[in-house]
């Protein structure tokens, strides 16, 4: 089962309470809080569908951009000689550090 839904380049979580008998989630990635909640998961995708929809035409009203989820640059926190090696090893490379650091995330996520 996957915990996560797709929809409208949004990412949305999936949990589920035992106590609530209630599967419920967010959108993962933004700022702005977009929760939804369903009974099943048939609710649950329904209800994360209109969240979204209400978001972004909340967005055309108020005439904002909607946030972008996963807009392509985070902050990773290494250690400093890590850090340096991996710079050495791009410039040696040819390469610039961001380069070097997408291509090596990229071979990760291709090797599973």
């Not at 967005?59 to 290494?78: D, L, M, Q, T």
């Amino acid at each position: 089962m996957s915990s996560v839904m797709k929809y409208k380049d949004y990412i949305g979580s999936v949990e589920f309470s035992e106590e609530d008998q209630l599967f419920y989630g967010k959108v993962l990635g933004i700022h702005s809080l977009i929760s939804y909640e369903g009974e099943s998961a048939k609710e649950l995708i329904q209800d994360f569908h209109e969240a979204v929809d209400d978001y972004l035409e909340l967005c055309v009203k108020k005439r904002i951009e909607p946030e972008k989820a996963y807009k392509g640059s985070f902050n990773v926190r290494i250690s400093p000689d890590l850090h340096r090696s991996i710079a050495i090893h791009a410039i040696q490379d040819g390469m610039t550090l961001n380069k070097y650091v997408e291509e090596a995330l990229q071979n990760a996520i291709s090797a599973t």
